[in-house]
């Protein structure tokens, strides 16, 4: 079930769900770029209908797996979009989707959103640099006066929010900030420790990188807008169905599918 895709995506539109016959749907927006969690091949954007049972043909990620099989299991269709991430969330705050996933929590997020009890992913913040970085690690207070790459949109806390001794400068892929990096226009990259490690092995850059000690993390979770009158409903559905794939075992399957573990690392 969660063999991955080669093919190249094509672009598939919503259907009517009247031309189903289903009643208990709820929308999904997420990033395709995001690998191991979500992504796709390519920047093509993605929309299409999912009922339970179903799966897409090129769309992948540990993530995917875990919100697609909770929702399914509590009897859910999937209306999916993806899309770059600042439209992503766009599109929940002004309420033409349900939910958005895979997001950490900050300050600014939980005056709009609110958030799941259950969690999809965990992301581990720290810095990247050139192999060849004259920069000695005693924290972010290491990065004095530096200008470092930022994926636009990303969310590295609250701590890494309040830094204004840095320029921080926005790419808008993981392989131009790295490239931007290699080229000395920037002196580091914010990262997710898995996201980042995965590009940089699947185009063969880890040997001209040194990371930074992690400063900090955040668990990833899906997102409602306060103001959906169906939140509250969505939020909890998902929570329950989360339960039930812990309690069946298809979470460690997931789990082992995409980490090559035996045992889920999703745990509080």
């Known amino acids: 079930m969660y063999g991955k895709w080669n093919s190249v995506i094509l672009v598939l539109f919503f259907t009517s769900s009247?031309?189903?016959?289903?009643?208990?749907i709820v929308s999904v927006t997420t990033l395709g770029d995001y690998a191991p969690f979500s992504f796709i091949e390519g920047n093509s954007i993605v929309e299409t209908i999912v009922r339970p049972g179903e799966n897409i043909p090129g769309y992948q990620g540990y993530s995917w797996d875990i919100l697609?099989?909770?929702?399914?299991?509590?009897?859910?269709?999937i209306k999916?979009?993806?899309?770059?991430?600042p439209r992503a969330m766009q599109n929940v705050k002004t309420g033409k989707i349900d939910i958005l996933f895979p997001t950490g929590m900050n300050e600014e997020r939980l005056k709009v959103f609110d958030y799941s009890h259950e969690f999809?992913?965990?992301?581990?913040?720290?810095?990247?640099?050139r192999a060849e970085s004259p920069i000695k690690w005693i924290g972010l207070e290491s990065l004095n006066n530096l200008v470092i790459g930022v994926k636009r949109g990303f969310n590295y806390g609250d701590?890494?929010?309040?830094?204004?001794?840095v320029t921080k400068y926005d790419v808008n892929t993981i392989s131009q900030g790295f490239q931007m990096l290699e080229k000395g226009r920037i002196d580091g990259f914010i990262g997710y420790e898995n996201t980042w490690d995965y590009i940089l092995k699947q185009q063969g850059w880890s040997n001209?990188?040194?990371?930074?000690p992690s400063f900090g993390s955040t668990k990833e979770y899906i997102a409602v807008l306060k103001t959906n009158p169906n939140g509250q409903t969505i939020l909890q559905d998902f929570d329950i169905?989360?339960?039930?794939?812990?309690?069946?075992?298809?979470?460690?399957?997931?789990?082992?599918?995409w980490f090559g573990k035996d045992e889920s690392i999703d745990k509080e």
Not at 120 to 129: D, G, M, P, R, S
């Open 68 to 77: 697609r099989e909770s929702f399914h299991i509590m009897g859910y269709t």
């Open 80 to 85: 999916l979009s993806v899309s770059p991430w």
């Open 208 to 212: 001209k990188y040194n990371k930074m």
């Open 120 to 129: 999809v992913n965990e992301a581990k913040f720290l810095i990247y640099v």
């Open 18 to 24: 009247m031309l189903y016959g289903e009643d208990n």
């Open 241 to 257: 169905g989360k339960q039930k794939l812990i309690e069946s075992g298809k979470l460690k399957e997931i789990e082992k599918f």
């Open 159 to 165: 701590k890494w929010h309040s830094v204004d001794y």
